[in-house]
């Protein structure tokens, strides 16, 4: 019999979600507010997210696509 562990969705860039200042808009017409950013990843691209519901409230987890920093030569 299978069951359900957990509910999670994976969302991709523009096509599942979108960030628009300090909400996000889902598929489906839903927005949820955004309580907790850090804004130092601001500048780089967003990648697939994942909606993870847990205790009562989702969380919605965003991957960032950040540069490998350059090799340094002693």
Do not use: C
Not at 51 to 62: K, N, Q, S
């Amino acid at each position: 019999m299978p069951t359900a562990k957990g509910l999670s969705m994976w969302l991709t860039h523009e096509l599942g979600y979108r960030v628009k200042g300090d909400h996000v808009e889902l598929i489906g017409g839903y927005r949820l507010r955004v309580i907790g950013w850090d804004r130092r990843y601001d500048d780089f691209p967003n990648r697939e997210a994942r909606l993870v519901f847990r205790d009562g409230e989702f969380t919605l987890y965003i991957t960032k696509q950040v540069p490998r920093p350059a090799k340094v030569r002693p």
